[in-house]
């Protein structure tokens, strides 16, 4: 089964992304306390990154880019030797996914447990789709071969990752909003 489909993942992630929007402006509104005035850039940011993936599936942005590098493989006989070159690929992005990870953390370390959690959750998705991306159907037929609660495995753990970034969102929607609740705008 491939539900969500592409499109209910693409309206997820727009939703989502509306909502670190409204944290943003929560976190920026009233002038909160300290530890929360630049927060609003952190969101505003993760909004950011989930309205590109949004688009990049609805525009098929992975097709458009990888027809014309398939067809530059084929031409140049580097189509039959592709899979050292995926698979280093793939081993810098889970690298370069888990460094984002730790300076993420590293440069969190001073905010609440929400902001760090949804960092990883996005880095998590970002990681995801890109190893997806560049490995093409090598990943793709192990992705969608099984399934996990009747979801392909591939559709499960991406709408994991925006479930996952989505409910961090929410917590610290809730966390502002009992603060601001117990302490008023200052």
């Known amino acids: 089964m491939n539900y969500p489909t592409p499109a209910v993942r693409s309206v997820a992630y727009v939703l989502v992304a509306a909502l670190c929007v409204i944290i943003a402006y929560t976190r920026n509104?009233?002038?909160?306390h300290p530890p929360l005035v630049t927060q609003w850039r952190f969101w505003l940011a993760n909004a950011a990154i989930l309205l590109a993936l949004a688009l990049i599936r609805e525009l098929q942005f992975t097709h458009?880019?990888?027809g014309p590098v398939?067809?530059?493989?084929?031409?140049?006989?580097?189509?039959?030797?592709?899979?050292?070159?995926?698979?280093?690929?793939?081993?810098?992005?889970?690298?370069?996914?888990v460094v984002v990870g730790a300076i993420g953390a590293w440069y969190l370390r001073?905010?609440?447990?929400?902001?760090l959690l949804t960092m990883l959750g996005v880095v998590?998705?970002?990681?995801?789709?890109?190893?997806?991306?560049?490995?093409?159907?090598?990943?793709?037929q192990?992705?969608?071969?099984?399934?996990?609660?009747?979801?392909?495995?591939?559709?499960?753990?991406e709408s994991a990752g925006i479930v996952f970034?989505?409910?961090?969102?929410?917590g610290a929607y809730a966390d502002v909003r009992s603060y601001q609740a117990a302490h008023g705008p200052q």
Do not use: K
């Open 70 to 97: 398939r067809d530059y493989a084929h031409d140049h006989n580097l189509y039959d030797n592709r899979r050292p070159f995926q698979e280093l690929a793939v081993v810098v992005i889970v690298l370069g996914g």
């Open 110 to 115: 001073a905010y609440r447990w929400w902001e």
């Open 124 to 140: 998590y998705v970002l990681s995801f789709l890109a190893i997806r991306a560049v490995s093409l159907h090598n990943i793709d």
């Open 64 to 66: 458009i880019i990888g």
């Open 29 to 32: 509104a009233g002038r909160p």
């Open 165 to 170: 970034v989505a409910l961090m969102a929410l």
């Open 142 to 157: 192990v992705l969608f071969r099984d399934s996990i609660a009747g979801l392909h495995v591939g559709v499960f753990l």
